[in-house]
């Protein structure tokens, strides 16, 4: 009977305050790659780092934008693409998902895997 009822309690509290936010988190591993190997990596104008590259990102419905730049190869722009994560569907049942929205977990960084072609400059 206990079982039960710490189950259920569980339960309702996980699906009251945001589901995409409970099961999956307000944050997702990215990893930018670059060929060749060992390119700047900016995220929304800020060095992170040289890639292979791995960075954790506070899903936002804002857009994010990485730049890969190497000497002697022209610098690639991409804007990051975010799908809606299927998770947060259960949620609109509960409060119109509007915990997921507010925390960003509404939507998941689609792909979380970028390689980056460079090309040399001519």
């Known amino acids: 009977m206990v079982k039960k009822l710490l189950l259920g ?29 060992g390119a700047k990596e900016y995220l929304d104008g800020q060095l992170r780092g040289k890639t292979p590259l791995s960075v954790s990102m506070k899903k936002s419905l804002s857009t994010h934008t990485i730049r890969v730049i190497k000497e002697g190869y022209s610098p690639v722009v991409r804007t990051m693409e975010k799908s809606y994560d299927p998770v947060a569907l259960v949620n609109i049942i509960w409060d119109l998902s509007t915990t997921d929205l507010l925390t960003g977990a509404i939507v998941e960084y689609n792909p979380n895997n970028y390689m980056i072609k460079l090309e040399k400059k001519k």
């Open 9 to 37: 309690l569980g339960l309702s509290c996980s699906l009251a305050f945001g589901s995409a936010t409970i099961f999956k988190g307000t944050s997702q591993a990215i990893t930018i790659d670059s060929e060749p190997e």
